[in-house]
């Protein structure tokens, strides 16, 4: 099992998230779900609560009822701090979606949720869903943000067009939440395509094994 750690920030693509974190908890993973203030605005803490049996942390602030554990793990004894020990107990970190406003933070280092603050303490593999309008994801601002996260070695999940409420094409995983990928490049790989996000825990599990 591993220890998987996924954010969700706000944007249309939010409610797919429920379906991922459904398929890596039935995949015997240990997950939870940090998000973004704005991702409330989609979807709602209960959706994820369910799924996944552990409390939703949205505030950088806010205390852990589990204390940084994960479902399925002993309590902790004490009281530690929530996105330090989150980060430090966690064997991976997808954010998906990633929206514009969520990337622009990671590559920035900026710490205002539970989810950047996290993100920027955590030192294990570390994955990204870029899920936004065609054009914005072709700005060069975002494209310079992604190209700054490839450097720190995030991974980036594979992109397909789909329709959108506005009218125009917008980014999402390839082949939806559930799809399967026939090949996977090399974990070393920073910000390589990978999709499903499974296979990013599936081959960490691998690499663990080996040692």
């Known amino acids: 099992m591993a220890r998987i ?3 969700v920030s706000g944007g249309i693509a939010a ?3 429920i ?8 995949a015997s993973h240990g997950v939870r779900v940090l998000m973004t203030p704005t991702a409330e605005r989609f979807v709602g ?3 994820f609560d369910g799924i996944v049996g552990g409390p939703v942390l949205i505030d950088e602030f806010e205390r852990d009822p589990l204390g940084g554990r994960f479902p399925g793990e002993e309590p902790a004894d004490h009281d530690p701090i929530s996105h ?3 980060a430090a107990r966690a064997d991976a970190y997808l954010v998906a979606p990633a929206s514009a406003n969520t990337i622009a933070k990671l590559a920035a280092g900026i710490c205002d949720s539970m989810l950047t603050t996290s993100f920027v303490a955590c030192r294990a ?11 914005m994801l072709r700005d060069p601002a975002i494209e310079a943000n992604l190209a700054t996260l490839a450097a720190f070695s995030s991974r980036r999940v594979a992109r397909a067009s789909r329709s959108t409420p ?5 980014t999402a995983p390839a082949g939806g939440w559930g799809s399967r990928s026939r090949s996977a490049p090399p974990p070393a790989a920073p910000m390589s395509c990978w999709w499903p996000p499974t296979s990013i825990f599936r081959a960490q599990e691998r690499s663990a094994g080996s040692t």
């Not at 506005?166 to 917008?170: E, T, V």
């Open 84 to 86: 330090l020990e989150l």
């Open 166 to 170: 506005c009218g125009s094409s917008a």
């Open 5 to 7: 750690l996924l954010g």
């Open 125 to 135: 593999p570390r994955a990204v869903a870029p899920a936004m309008n065609d054009r």
């Open 15 to 17: 409610y797919r998230a």
């Open 45 to 47: 803490r209960p959706s």
């Open 19 to 26: 379906e991922l974190a459904r398929l890596l908890t039935r």
